[in-house]
C-alpha cells in the first residue's frame, strides 16, 4: 500500500450534481424530525430495533441510499462479540454502519460534546475515550476487553482520524490488544462514497472543516451512495499481526483519492 498523503478539506470534492433549495429545505426538515424521534427515544434508543431505524431514517432523510454487506457485520457463534474495525472518511460511517447492524460504537470524547449528535451518541450508548490520554489507555483496553467478553460487539476506527480514501492513516494497535485479551474475532468492514456511481470524497469530514458545513455538503448532494463491504472475520493473538491483517484487508485493491 502506497504511503498515505494527509488529507485536508481541499481534498473534497464537489458535489456532482446538488439538489433545488426546495428539495434541501424537506431533507433538513426530515433530518430535524429524525433526531427529534431519537432524542425523544432517551435511554430506549440504545435498542439495537430503534437504533437501526433511527439510522436509517437519517439517512433516508439526507437522501443517501446504502448497499449493505450480504453477511452480518458481527461474528455468528462467537461466545464474545465482535471488534468491527472499518475505514473512516465521514461522520456518517457511523450511521452507515449502525444501519446494516446496531452495535456499541467507540468514539472519541469530543463527540460527546457535539450539539444534537452528542445527545444522540450518548442515549445510543456509545463508549467515549480520550485518544490523547495516554495514561487512560490501559483502562480504557481494559473497559473494550471487558465488553468484548460480556458479548457485546463493538465498532471501532482504528485510524483515529478521518481520511479521505480508504488507504489512510496507519491501523492504530491498542483496540486490538482488546480484541486479543478477549479471544474476540476482528471483523474489517470498507465503507467507500459514491456519488452517481462514481467514487466520491463529498461525504468526507476533514481537517478543521465545522460539521455544519459537512454536514450542508452531504445534505444538498443528488444520488450519494455509501457502499458497506464486511471482509472475513480474523483471529489471534497478537495485536500487531491483527491491525496489519484488518488495514489489509479493508484497503485492499484501494488507490488513494489524490497522488
Excluded at 6 to 18: D, E, H, K, M, N
Excluded at 42 to 47: I, K, V, W
Excluded at 76 to 101: F, P, Y
Excluded at 181 to 208: C, E, K, N, W
Amino acid at each position: 500500500m502506497s504511503a498515505a498523503v494527509l488529507c485536508t478539506p481541499a481534498c473534497v470534492t464537489r458535489s456532482a450534481s446538488r439538489v433545488s433549495q426546495a428539495e434541501l429545505a424537506r431533507r433538513y426538515a426530515e433530518l430535524s424530525y429524525a433526531i427529534g424521534i431519537g432524542v425523544a427515544r432517551g435511554g430506549r434508543l440504545a435498542e439495537p430495533g430503534a437504533l437501526r431505524a433511527r439510522a436509517r431514517a437519517i439517512l433516508g432523510a439526507l437522501g443517501v441510499g446504502i448497499e449493505e454487506a450480504p453477511q452480518r457485520l458481527t461474528v455468528h457463534g462467537s461466545r464474545t462479540g465482535t471488534l468491527i474495525v472499518a475505514n473512516h472518511i465521514s461522520w456518517l460511517d457511523v450511521v452507515s454502519l449502525l444501519a446494516v447492524e446496531p452495535v456499541t460504537v467507540l468514539a472519541k470524547r469530543e463527540v460527546g460534546q457535539w450539539p444534537v449528535i452528542g445527545a444522540l451518541a450518548r442515549r445510543a450508548g456509545t463508549q467515549f475515550i480520550d485518544r490523547e490520554g495516554l495514561r487512560q489507555l490501559p483502562r480504557s483496553v481494559a473497559d473494550l476487553t471487558a465488553t468484548l467478553r460480556a458479548g457485546r460487539s463493538v465498532l471501532v476506527f482504528p485510524q483515529a482520524t478521518t481520511w479521505c480514501s480508504v488507504p489512510g492513516g496507519r491501523f492504530r494497535r491498542a483496540t486490538f490488544q482488546a480484541a486479543a485479551d478477549a479471544g474476540a474475532p476482528v471483523r474489517p468492514v470498507t465503507i467507500r462514497y459514491y456519488q452517481h456511481g462514481a467514487r466520491s470524497t463529498t461525504a468526507a469530514f476533514l481537517g478543521d472543516e465545522t460539521f455544519g458545513a459537512s454536514l450542508h455538503r452531504v445534505a444538498r448532494a443528488r444520488g450519494l451512495t455509501v457502499r458497506v463491504t464486511a471482509h472475513t472475520a480474523l483471529h489471534g493473538r497478537d495485536r500487531r499481526q491483527l491491525a496489519a491483517e484488518a488495514q489489509r484487508a479493508v484497503a485492499a485493491h484501494e488507490t488513494p483519492a489524490h497522488i
